[in-house]
Every structure is written in C-alpha cells, then in structure tokens.
C-alpha cells in the first residue's frame, strides 16, 4: 500500500500510513461520537491500562526483562497521590499543590521502579518474573497491613485532578483527552527511543548480554536506567488510574490485577508500543461486556480463555494475528511471492 | 610481517598517528600491554589454568596453540574478567584490572572476539558496529537518535568496509551468512580504539577465501594493536603472529617464535603424535 504525506514539507509527519492517519483521526473525534460511558470506562480506561502495559513492553519487549511489578509502580504513584495531596478520608492528606504532588509522585514512583531494577536484575527469564512478583505481592501486603501511611484495608478515597483552566479534568471527555495526550506523549517517546542509542543498546543487551560487556557496557547500570525510565511511563499511568477510579486501595495493586497488566502486553503483541494498547482495549471490552457473553462472576474464565487462545494460536498477540492474516490476504493477491520476506 | 595501514577517515588516521607514537613509547620504556602473573582458574576441582605466568608486548602479535581442553578459551575469559582468575594477577598497559568488571577492562583498551559469534541477532550490521564504536566513549545512555552525520556511525561504517561487510551493512545479523558473522565479530572486536584483543578462532568455519581475507585484515591492523590468537588453522595463526606460546593441560608447555615452535619435537610429538620428524 502506497504512504501518504499528511503534511508537505521536509520532516514534518512524513509517509504516515493510511491506517495510521485513520487511527489518529478516530481516536482524536472519539468523544465527538461516543456516549459518556464508551469515552469514559471503555477509551480513557484503556489508555490508562494500556500505558502501564507500555512501561512492561519496553521492559520485555525491548529489554528482555518481563517484570510483574509495573502495576505496583503505578500503584505506589497513585498512593502518593493520595497522602502527599488530598483524599477524603481524614488520614494523611498532605495537601500539597496538584502539581508538585503529581511530580513527585511520578519521581518516586521511577525510583521505586529502579529499585526494583537493581534487585531483579543480575536474574533473567523465569527468576526476573518470580522476583517482581514477589515485590508485587510483599507491596500488596505492606499497604494492606500499614495503617499510619497507606490506610491499611481501606486505602484512600476522594482524590480527583484539578479543575484547571475552568474544565474539571475528571469528566468524562476532559479525561479522555488527558489519557490520550499521555498514552500519545509516551508511545512516541517509546517508539523515538527504540532507535535512540541507549534503545539499540537496550535491545542489545536482550539479545546478548555477555557481548554487550565485551563491547564495553554496563549491562547492570544499562538495564536499571531501562526500569527507571519504565517507573516514569507507569508513574504517571498511576497518577491517572488514581484520577480515574477516584480511588485506590490495596484491591487496586493486588496479585490478580498485577497479572492483569502482563495479560494486555501478551495479548496486544509486545513487537510494537501499539500493542498494549490493543490488548487493553480488547481487555476493557471483555471485563465491561463479558457479563453478556456470560455470568459477571466468571470474567475471569472469558479472559483466561482468551489469554489462552491468543497464546496458543499467536504467541505475538493480536497484533502478530493481523500480521498474518494481512500476509494472507497478500499471498492470495499475489501468489507467486513466497512471503519469504528473504530479499 | 607487512601491515599496511587499513582505509580510514582522517579523524581516525589523526588517531591511529597519536596512537602509534603511543606505541613508540610504550615500547622504550619497555611497558607490556599484557602480563598474567600466576594466573590459576579452577572449576570446583578442575584446574582449567594453572599458574601461567606470561607477557606480551605492546603492539606484539600472538599465537597461542594448544589441543582441545588445553585451557586457551580459559585463558581469555580470566583475561577479561568473563571468568576471572581464582589466583594471580592480571595487568594491562601496567595497570593492575585482574578486580575490575570486563566492562571497564573494554574501556582501557581490551577487546575479544568468541569461539562461537556472540551478535546482536535483532538488529542491523552497522547497528552492531555503532555499538561497539559506543561501546568504548560517552554517550551509552544517550536518548537521542544518532544523526546521519554522526561521527560514530561514519565509523562504523568505514569499519564495515575494513572487513568486507559495507554491502550488507543494513542486514539483520540473523540474516548473515556463517562467514560474514566472523567477519562482523572482528569488526567488533575492532570498534572503538582497541589497543589490545583477544581473537579467540576467528577462522573456524570459513571458506578458503574468506581465511584469506581473515588473514590479510589481521594482518593490516594498525601496529600499534597487539593482540592474541586462538587458532587451530597453523596456517593462518603461524602466517599472522610473531611469537607462539603452547599449551597444554592447562599449563604453559612451550613458547617461541613460529620457526622454533614448528620445528620443535615436543610440540610435533604432543600435536602429531609419536613418530613424526
């Protein structure tokens, strides 16, 4: 299919595809045709998700590193959200300005991710996993058991974002346009960076770690700055997911939707920044209408089937599925190309 | 030996001339580029190296022979820090790394190419090279794109050509040919201002023609890189090196220059067998 130029003019959004340029023009008129509740729970809602999924993509997909504690980033980012700012619980509740509370937030929550970076990583492949896991779960305990910061069961209710510029940035088309602009702001820096020198060398060090030292890098220092970099992708996912539900409690950094967040980056494809968020849209759209496929209660049978199907039948996700069948459609076009894609 | 000075930019030419007058130095005063100093390496109850004590010189150009088993792979891992040793010393250009991690022993001058081609399968050849010329300067964390006009990937892609790869140089790895990933593992190993490697069988596996252009890019490094060679080809290793040294069971067994080494009883006894003059 032939590129188009959506703007004339050397470097400016040049070649953009077609799909693309649809894709971008969707999402940008989305609320102008969508009820409140598909712009709210359905659009917003996936490209929160989806974006915590992104900080696991980069890991994992560019990195190698398949890390189970980005919901606990974001998580600990909405926490802070909550006792550094205002909640409407009467406990903690620092009151600072929006602003700094958020900046900070997102600060710690990165150098949280960079801890966790500098525990799990001199391990590799199902020991990585099985650490952040553990993190995961310790995080889920310490908030529910500690009383005097995190509110113990209960966690924190009552945090909303600002009324700024006289729009209140909770409702639903305000908020929409919030989750776009930083799911759009990270994808961009994510797919920038892939080609960035510190991105080849974080591919690098995926494909072959002992090399990397011998041509003369810091495999350790390079991959804790990876997990740094992520804590800010799922720090400031954090600060919305707060925003969004209102909320946050231990239930909100739990095992089951720790595990939900690796679900979305496999099911979308973690061969592209895109795929998360296909796989959050796919995963939204199940959690809110699999109640009429089937009983409320058994969500997580559908998406557990799911998850297997897409397992199974394309290990690259959604995004693999569509490579494929697009290579079908070719092929029957075109049959005398193999599709070797050997030029 | 013939070593003509490989095509290069003039900014690297600046350097290889500074770089040589370096080499003038280091050799009157009689500095090593390398020296073990009993050196032992153990695997639980297996002595790999044992007690090795050797020294090269700068710019000085190395065989090190040995049957399989002999512990020559050893010897380079202890020398980087891959594995480093259980006993002994090791200093490079005087100074003492035998505690220091294998990265920063890369970033005083050390390189090493691997048995079997240790690359970067995901991405491009000149992806790779880039690395390696980044490998060795400021800038590994950068998050910026490198430019066109980047000097490091203008290297990179003179190096390229140094060692016949400038035609695949947006290939991906995966997609080379067994050969053609040799020759990448020395554009490697020769990225980023070396001034001492480690080639640990470059030849094995390539064609005739290929050990040719092996030989004739090894041959025209700039003299002021020393290095040591892993090879079973006699051919090639005796055809590049000044100096041999065997080994045997872990030990050093025999050193000298390759007319001795090759003329030697004990080395044809140990690597023919009984019987041959």
């Known amino acids: 299919m032939a590129n188009i130029s959506l703007i004339a003019g050397k470097g400016v959004l040049p070649n953009i595809h077609p799909a693309a340029a649809i894709t971008v023009l969707f999402l940008l008129f ?3 045709f969508a009820s409140d509740f598909f712009v709210f729970q359905i659009g917003a809602y996936s490209l929160v998700l989806g974006t915590i999924a992104l900080s696991l993509v980069m890991l994992a997909g560019y990195g190698g590193m398949v890390s189970l504690s980005q919901l606990t980033v974001a998580g600990l980012a909405g926490y802070l959200m909550a006792i550094l700012g205002h909640n409407s619980v009467g406990v903690m509740g620092l009151g600072w300005p929006w602003w700094l509370t958020a900046l900070t937030a997102i600060f710690a929550a990165s150098v949280f991710s960079a801890l966790i970076g500098a525990i799990s990583v001199r391990t590799e492949g199902i020991y ?7 993190i995961a779960v310790a995080f889920f305990y310490f908030v529910r058991q500690n009383y005097v910061i995190f509110n113990g069961f209960t966690g924190y209710a009552g945090v909303v974002p600002p009324t700024l510029f006289g729009i209140y940035w909770r409702d639903p088309t305000p908020f929409y346009y919030l989750s776009l602009a930083v799911a759009a702001f990270f994808f961009f820096m994510v797919v920038y960076g892939a080609r960035s020198t510190f991105g080849l060398s974080l591919q690098a060090i995926r494909d072959n770690p002992r090399r990397m030292r011998a041509i003369g890098y810091d495999v350790t220092l390079h991959r804790i700055f990876a997990y740094f970099l992520s804590g800010l992708i799922a720090g400031t996912a954090g600060v919305l997911m707060v925003w969004f539900n209102g909320r946050i409690s231990p239930g909100s950094v739990g095992v089951d939707v720790v595990i939900d967040i690796l ?7 973690m061969r592209h920044p895109i795929g998360p968020f296909v796989g959050a849209l796919a995963f939204v759209l199940l959690e809110n209408f699999a109640i009429d496929l089937i009983d409320r209660e058994r969500f997580n049978t559908v998406i557990g089937t799911a998850f297997l199907l897409v397992v199974l039948f394309s290990p690259d996700g959604l995004l693999g599925l569509w490579a494929r069948i697009r290579e079908r459609l070719r092929l029957r076009k075109h049959p005398q190309s193999d599709g070797s894609g050997v030029h | 030996m013939a070593r003509s000075a490989a095509k290069i930019p003039s900014a690297v030419e600046v350097d290889l001339v500074l770089r040589t007058d370096a080499l003038t130095r280091l050799q009157s005063t009689g500095q090593y580029a390398l020296e073990l100093e009993a050196v032992s390496r153990h695997f639980g109850a297996l002595v790999a190296l044992a007690d090795i004590n050797l020294t090269v010189k700068a710019g000085e150009r190395r065989a090190v022979l040995g049957s399989n088993g002999a512990g020559k792979t050893t010897l380079f891992n202890a020398i980087t820090g891959d594995f480093p040793p259980t006993t002994g010393r090791v200093r490079l250009f005087g100074e003492d790394v035998t505690d220091l991690p294998v990265h920063e022993r890369i970033r005083r001058g050390l390189r090493r190419t691997y048995q079997i081609s240790l690359l970067f399968d995901g991405l491009s050849v000149v992806d790779n090279v880039y690395l390696a010329c980044r490998g060795a300067s400021r800038g590994r964390l950068s998050l910026r794109r490198p430019k066109p006009d980047d000097a490091m990937t203008h290297v990179a892609e003179t190096l390229l050509d140094a060692v ?8 991906l790895v995966a997609e ?3 050969g053609q990933q040799r020759q990448l593992e020395i554009a490697l190993a020769l990225a980023g201002a070396p001034r001492f490697i480690l080639f640990d069988e470059p030849a094995a596996g390539l064609s005739p023609t290929e050990r040719s252009e092996l030989i004739e890019i090894l041959q025209s490094l700039p003299p002021h890189i020393g290095f040591i060679i892993i090879e079973h080809d006699m051919d090639v290793a ?6 041999v040294t065997m080994m045997h069971n872990g030990r050093i067994f025999k050193e000298g220059n390759p007319k001795e080494i090759e003329s030697d009883p004990d080395v044809q006894e140990l690597y023919l067998g009984g019987g041959h003059a």
């Open chain 1, 30 to 32: 989305y609320p102008a």
């Open chain 1, 128 to 134: 990585t996993i099985m650490i952040t896991l553990a």
């Open chain 1, 263 to 269: 679900v979305i980056a496999v099911v979308g494809g």
């Open chain 2, 164 to 171: 016949h790869l400038g035609a695949v140089r947006d290939s």
């Open chain 2, 176 to 178: 080379l040919s067994h």
């Open chain 2, 238 to 243: 005796l055809r590049v090196a000044e100096s």
